[in-house]
């Protein structure tokens, strides 16, 4: 008898654990959409530059290219709940500085940078662990669904964060932060209470085999390296959300309220879309169906990057996060399920800095092409770079595009 999508879903509900890993994950991600807000907008305050803007991006980038292969050891070789709980009380104490900072009068550009910095390097530890706890939380069948609800739950607060964010910071960008600040304890409250019973535990010494052994796994599968190198420079190239401030102030003439709207855009057409796939997993023909979700975020892109209307704006903001969802479901799911739980800390880590390559470094591009070109020629050189990307990985990953289920 085949479990419906509905029981598979009723039966992760049931799940403890998995409850907690849930909430703890809509903590981290609020707590991350609200800090965004405030930084972007009080750098751009500060500098009235979009180079800083990009320098945003890079300074949560550096750490983690500096710290992967650290990272997957670490992971691997200790417990991973503690590992978030350290992460979220370093990032509650950073953003707790920026709070005491902006009420203070203290905070300027450069020390915003450098606790930014501290702040990605913990996300660093924190990305890697949270994925790996997850297929050890819930049964393999069921980790499709519960990669999609994860998804949504991340999307429901990144929705609600950059909301909440920028109308917070109407009142001052310290109550942005000390609100941020909360919801890092109250996710760490919620990895606490998790039960995870992790049976194997890497006990290989260290040595270069067992550092580089999540990029040996990485590049010895082409539909793995193609999905995540796809979404790497597919996102690299697209990262027109880097520029919202600018489009907020200067091309759209709306404050922080419209600048945490159309920062929720994306988190709201995201979630519409892994609502759906929790209730109707991908099945069949994914290396397509990855493909032409790419094409549509880069048309998006252009769209975006075009108008000059604050709705056209959202609604092409809509249409990019749900396009975007579609492969980092699939990307996740490929990454988890075949990768031996022992491995799954440096595999994470790896990957994880191909996502933070496309999502930081892709505002530092933003940033620098913005300078060079201007806005609007940046972001629409972006979004023809992604459609570009994705023809030119369809013949260099032919397996990946001919690939039709998801496990």
């Not at 991350?32 to 945003?56: C, I, K, P, R």
């Not at 300027?108 to 990305?127: M, T």
């Not at 550092?211 to 793995?224: D, E, L, N, Q, Y």
């Not at 796809?230 to 200067?250: E, I, R, W």
Request: a positive charge; one cysteine or more.
């Amino acid at each position: 008898m085949s479990i419906t999508p509905e029981s598979k879903t009723q039966t992760i509900l049931r799940n403890p654990s998995f409850l907690r890993l849930w909430l703890g994950r809509i903590g981290i991600s609020f707590a991350y959409q609200m800090e965004g807000v405030a930084v972007g907008w009080q750098m751009y305050a500060l500098t009235n530059s979009t180079f800083y803007l990009g320098l945003v991006g890079l300074a949560q980038f550096l750490p983690m290219v500096a710290l992967t292969l650290v990272v997957g050891q670490v992971v691997d070789r200790f417990d991973r709940r503690k590992i978030l709980q350290v992460c979220t009380l370093i990032e509650a104490t950073c953003v707790g500085a920026l709070a005491l900072g902006s009420n203070q009068g203290w905070l300027n550009a450069h020390l915003l940078l450098l606790i930014v910095a501290v702040i990605g390097a913990s996300h660093a530890f924190e990305g890697p662990a949270l994925q790996s706890l997850l297929p050890g939380i819930v049964p393999r069948e069921l980790f499709p669904t519960a990669a999609a609800m994860s998804t949504s739950a991340m999307q429901t607060s990144s929705i609600i964060g950059p909301a909440i964010g920028g109308f917070l910071y109407t009142i001052s960008a310290s109550v942005v932060y000390s609100v941020s600040a909360g919801c890092f304890l109250l996710a760490s409250v919620m990895v606490l209470l998790i039960r995870y019973d992790r049976t194997t535990v890497m006990k290989e010494p260290v040595n270069i085999k067992s550092i580089f052994a999540g990029i040996h796994f990485i590049w010895s599968k082409p539909i793995v390296l193609g999905a995540i190198s796809l979404d790497l420079f597919a996102v690299l190239l697209g990262g027109a959300t880097a520029l919202l401030p600018v489009y907020a102030k200067d091309i759209l003439h709306t404050g922080p309220m419209g600048l945490g709207l159309l920062r929720s855009g994306p988190a709201i057409g995201a979630l519409l879309t892994s609502v759906y796939l929790a209730r109707h997993p991908i099945r069949s023909q994914v290396g397509k169906i990855m493909f032409v979700a790419v094409i549509v975020f880069g048309i998006a892109t252009i769209l975006f990057g075009l108008s000059t209307s604050f709705i056209l704006s959202l609604i092409t903001l809509l249409i990019l996060g749900g396009s975007d969802v579609i492969s980092v479901v699939i990307r996740h799911t490929l990454v988890q399920l075949g990768t031996p739980d022992e491995m799954r800390g440096r595999v994470s880590a790896v990957n994880s800095l191909f996502i933070g390559t496309s999502n930081q470094l892709g505002e530092f591009e933003s940033g620098i092409t913005a300078a060079i070109f201007g806005v609007v020629p940046a972001v629409v050189i972006g979004g023809l770079g992604t459609i570009v990307i994705v023809f030119t990985w369809m013949r260099l990953f032919p397996s990946l595009k001919n690939a039709d289920t998801i496990t």
